[in-house]
């Protein structure tokens, strides 16, 4: 059986959460430390033993795929300044993955930036899906164990994640039967209203996705905004076959609004082997609640 090699990144999105600080600069490639978020994502990938990358993105987003593209200009200039560690470092990011970059013209939703990555996918049994609005931070990287659920029971797989009542809403949500950690799905509600929720278990931004889900996406018609959601592809598959959802360990850190990446740096940044040190330094230079007026 053929292990899952590719998976879809979608980033064609506007990043209004997010503006104005991603008015020219693409939301995905904000930096969190030293790294660009997107660099996350396929790092988690790699670590999930995924070779290969769809990313999918939208007009002008050129910069996320040079991310990951060899510079020849920057990597001379840097073997003539005799940089030679840092141009490994970028050398290592262009080996991380085989990308491959397919443009969503107009920002119709996740549903239509996953079906516009078809085409590139045709003929997997399954591949991956990853938002990297979100860092996966933990001992087993999370795709690794959606795809371990995978391999058991051969069907689509959707992370879950406990939420109190107060944020469930915000979320795609999940019935499910069983008793977990991995759960049978049988609905999925997307932004459920208050008192709708037909459970706790929040639907976060890592997928395996089979040929039913594109199937469906194709049959999905855009909703009131236009949009298509991913949601109803897997609600589509699910009229197909099983759906598994899989309350992982570990946690995931939000970096896809401006609010949420500071939350993020303070959280990550203490323990960072190059920016520790600084950031420990500074806070106390400064006090810990901020410089004196
Ligand atoms: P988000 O809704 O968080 O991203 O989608 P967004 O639309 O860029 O952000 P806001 O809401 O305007 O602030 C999650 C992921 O799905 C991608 C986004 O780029 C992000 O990585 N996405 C979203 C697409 O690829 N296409 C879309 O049409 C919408």
């Known amino acids: 059986m053929a292990a899952i090699e590719t998976v879809i990144i979608p980033a064609g999105g506007l990043g209004t959460r997010f503006l104005p600080a991603t008015k020219a600069i693409p939301k995905e490639l904000i930096p969190v430390g030293d790294r660009p978020a997107l ?32 510079d020849p200009r920057l990597e001379s200039a840097l073997d003539a300044r005799g940089q ?20 969503q013209p107009e920002p119709l939703g996740l549903g239509d930036a ?25 001992a087993i990287p999370l795709l690794r164990q959606l795809i371990l659920a995978y391999e058991r029971h051969r069907c689509p797989v959707v992370a879950l994640r406990r939420c109190p009542p107060s944020e469930i809403g ?13 759960f049978r799905v049988t609905d999925l509600v997307e932004k459920p209203g208050p008192g709708e929720a037909p459970s706790d278990l929040a639907v976060m931004g890592r997928y395996v996705l089979t040929p039913a ?14 949009e298509v959601q991913l949601t109803d592809g897997i609600r ?35 323990d960072h082997p190059r920016l520790g040190p600084v950031w420990r330094a500074a806070l106390a230079a400064h006090g810990r609640s901020g410089p004196a007026a």
């Open 39 to 70: 660099q996350f994502g396929v790092e988690e990938a790699r670590a999930s033993g995924i070779r290969r990358t769809v990313l999918v993105t939208g007009p002008g987003k050129e910069a996320l795929g040079a991310h990951f593209a060899p």
């Open 84 to 103: 030679a560690a840092l141009l490994e470092e970028l050398r290592a990011i262009d080996r991380l993955t085989e990308l491959q970059v397919v443009v």
């Open 114 to 138: 996953v079906r516009r990555a078809a085409g590139a996918v045709a003929g997997e049994a399954a591949v991956c899906g990853l938002l990297p609005d979100d860092l996966f931070v933990g």
């Open 170 to 182: 915000r979320y795609g949500v999940a019935a499910v039967s069983g008793s977990g950690p991995i």
């Open 213 to 226: 889900v594109f199937a469906a996406l194709e049959r999905t018609a855009p909703g009131a905004l236009g």
């Open 236 to 270: 589509g598959a699910l009229e197909e076959g099983p759906v598994v959802g899989v309350e992982y360990s570990g946690r995931l850190l939000d970096v896809g609004t401006l609010e949420g990446w500071v939350r993020t740096l303070v959280e990550l940044l203490p």
